[in-house]
């Protein structure tokens, strides 16, 4: 084991008391939604329901099941046979709750006897252990609020440390640089990156709309203060990078609704996954700027997922499709950035904080229990939203809901075609 050092890395895991390793680093741990129906009914707080079961798809695992040291085949063996006899279990993940699946199938993907490891590929597809009159939802575990929140915590001490900037390249500039000769190279230099820092101030402006009270106020300030500072801050670059990290932290308490806040974060997140204008360098002097230029795109991405993970950990998911939604953007967003930070050198610890919140959210979505999923209804005529909202849920307190995730300009007329929530 010791010739292969990522099998260091490698997390425990179980399946009916059977113990096997996984990555925790690789994609959520195939977490996803099979085709497969399961029965459901609904519960408040984890109590047992008395309402109508219904029927929902269920989700399910791939997972990659490693196997390696001096037992493995004896571990692989055993592993196997409570998967070949196909009965349900507790199935125990390093990033989440314990589940109850059953075993869909079971495939060797790599095996190497001399090296002693062997990987197996497994599908779990989510079951429950009650009967059918006597089903229980799942409960949400409140735990992995703070694991997120603990993991953007070190994320956001972790970024500064890697940042640097270039602000010294020569005394004066040669011809080839283009630039003229009263002017040195270090103060060009310096002058084109304060620029970057006074745009950066701009963007963060950009997605605050929306926001409101003292914390957006609060932000505006900090932004305003960065941009006239920038020619100073830019001397020290952990000083600076520390306020960028700070000032990205602080856009999810401008925003009441925590999904607002995400979508700030993504915005300021596809403003700099492209970079910051880039040199073409040809010279040292335009070099500086291409790596300050890249230093100051890390930075706000880096800083802007982990703010997005916070967000997430403050978002009261409504549905399926929107914790599903909010997962998939942020694993886009987030395996983008890993290629970014593993690229370019000094970004090591950047890169595994970005994997370590990756698992924190996608741990914190999937403990969030069997939401309800949107569907959609067609009335024969249009409809006030308060009746509608009676007609669906028996409950017309709900018509607010309805209007804002139709997006209804008038809520006496309801458009016959309706995207409801299906508890």
Same mark, same amino acid.
């Given at each position: 084991?010791?010739?292969?050092?990522?099998?260091?890395?490698?997390?425990?895991?179980?399946?009916?008391?059977?113990?096997?390793?996984?990555?925790?680093?690789?994609?959520?741990?195939?977490?996803?939604?099979?085709?497969?129906?399961?029965?459901?009914?609904?519960?408040?707080?984890?109590?047992?329901?008395?309402?109508?079961?219904?029927?929902?798809?269920?989700?399910?695992?791939?997972?990659?099941?490693?196997?390696?040291?001096?037992?493995?085949?004896?571990?692989?063996?055993?592993?196997?046979?409570?998967?070949?006899?196909?009965?349900?279990?507790?199935?125990?993940?390093?990033?989440?709750?314990?589940?109850?699946?059953?075993?869909?199938?079971?495939?060797?993907?790599?095996?190497?006897?001399?090296?002693?490891?062997?990987?197996?590929?497994?599908?779990?597809?989510?079951?429950?252990?009650?009967?059918?009159?006597?089903?229980?939802?799942?409960?949400?575990? !409140? @735990? $992995? &609020?703070?694991? =997120?929140?603990?993991?953007? /915590?070190?994320?956001?001490?972790?970024?500064?440390?890697?940042?640097?900037?270039?602000?010294?390249?020569?005394?004066?500039?040669?011809?080839?640089?283009?630039?003229?000769?009263?002017?040195?190279?270090?103060?060009?230099?310096?002058?084109?990156?304060?620029?970057?820092?006074?745009?950066?101030?701009?963007?963060?402006?950009?997605?605050?709309?929306?926001?409101?009270?003292?914390?957006?106020?609060?932000?505006?300030?900090?932004?305003?203060?960065?941009?006239?500072?920038?020619?100073?801050?830019?001397?020290?670059?952990?000083?600076?990078?520390?306020?960028?990290?700070?000032?990205?932290?602080?856009?999810?308490?401008?925003?009441?609704?925590?999904?607002?806040?995400?979508?700030?974060?993504?915005?300021?997140?596809?403003?700099?996954?492209?970079?910051?204008?880039?040199?073409?360098?040809? !010279? @040292? $002097? &335009?070099?500086? =700027?291409?790596?300050?230029? /890249?230093?100051?795109?890390?930075?706000?991405?880096?800083?802007?997922?982990?703010?997005?993970?916070?967000?997430?950990?403050?978002?009261?998911?409504?549905?399926?499709?929107?914790?599903?939604?909010?997962?998939?953007?942020?694993?886009?967003?987030?395996?983008?950035?890993?290629?970014?930070?593993?690229?370019?050198?000094?970004?090591?610890?950047?890169?595994?904080?970005?994997?370590?919140?990756?698992?924190?959210?996608?741990?914190?979505?999937?403990?969030?229990?069997?939401?309800?999923?949107?569907?959609?209804?067609?009335?024969?005529?249009?409809?006030?939203?308060?009746?509608?909202?009676?007609?669906?849920?028996?409950?017309?307190?709900?018509?607010?809901?309805?209007?804002?995730?139709?997006?209804?300009?008038?809520?006496?007329?309801?458009?016959?075609?309706?995207?409801?929530?299906?508890?």
């Amino acid at each position: 084991m010791s010739n292969f050092a990522w099998q260091a890395e490698l997390k425990d895991a179980h399946f009916r008391g059977v113990p096997f390793k996984v990555d925790v680093a690789e994609k959520n741990l195939g977490w996803g939604i099979s085709n497969k129906p399961i029965r459901v009914s609904k519960a408040k707080n984890g109590e047992k329901a008395t309402v109508k079961i219904k029927e929902k798809l269920a989700n399910q695992w791939r997972i990659t099941a490693h196997f390696a040291g001096n037992d493995y085949l004896d571990a692989k063996r055993a592993f196997i046979s409570v998967i070949e006899d196909g009965a349900p279990g507790e199935l125990q993940l390093p990033t989440e709750s314990p589940v109850f699946v059953y075993p869909e199938k079971a495939t060797i993907i790599y095996s190497n006897g001399a090296g002693g490891y062997e990987d197996v590929r497994v599908v779990f597809i989510e079951t429950t252990a009650d009967s059918e009159e006597n089903i229980s939802f799942p409960t949400k575990t !409140t @735990d $992995t &609020e703070g694991q =997120l929140n603990t993991s953007a /915590d070190s994320a956001f001490e972790t970024f500064p440390d890697e940042f640097s900037l270039s602000t010294d390249q020569g005394a004066e500039p040669s011809e080839e640089d283009g630039i003229a000769t009263s002017v040195g190279v270090a103060k060009f230099v310096e002058t084109k990156t304060a620029e970057l820092v006074e745009k950066f101030s701009d963007d963060i402006l950009s997605v605050l709309p929306g926001g409101s009270g003292d914390p957006l106020n609060d932000v505006i300030s900090s932004a305003q203060s960065i941009s006239e500072d920038a020619t100073t801050l830019i001397q020290t670059p952990q000083i600076l990078a520390s306020q960028i990290t700070s000032l990205v932290d602080e856009i999810v308490y401008v925003f009441t609704n925590p999904i607002d806040a995400f979508n700030a974060q993504l915005t300021l997140i596809e403003y700099y996954a492209t970079g910051l204008p880039t040199y073409s360098p040809a !010279t @040292d $002097t &335009e070099q500086g =700027l291409e790596d300050n230029s /890249d230093a100051m795109s890390q930075i706000v991405y880096n800083a802007a997922l982990a703010g997005a993970s916070r967000s997430v950990a403050l978002t009261e998911f409504e549905s399926l499709d929107q914790a599903l939604f909010i997962k998939s953007k942020f694993d886009a967003a987030a395996r983008a950035q890993q290629l970014n930070n593993g690229d370019i050198s000094g970004y090591d610890n950047s890169y595994y904080a970005i994997a370590n919140m990756q698992a924190a959210v996608n741990a914190h979505i999937e403990s969030q229990g069997q939401l309800p999923s949107n569907i959609t209804l067609t009335f024969e005529d249009q409809m006030p939203a308060v009746a509608m909202a009676q007609d669906i849920y028996d409950d017309a307190d709900r018509a607010d809901e309805l209007v804002r995730r139709n997006d209804i300009r008038n809520p006496l007329f309801c458009n016959r075609e309706m995207v409801v929530l299906s508890e």
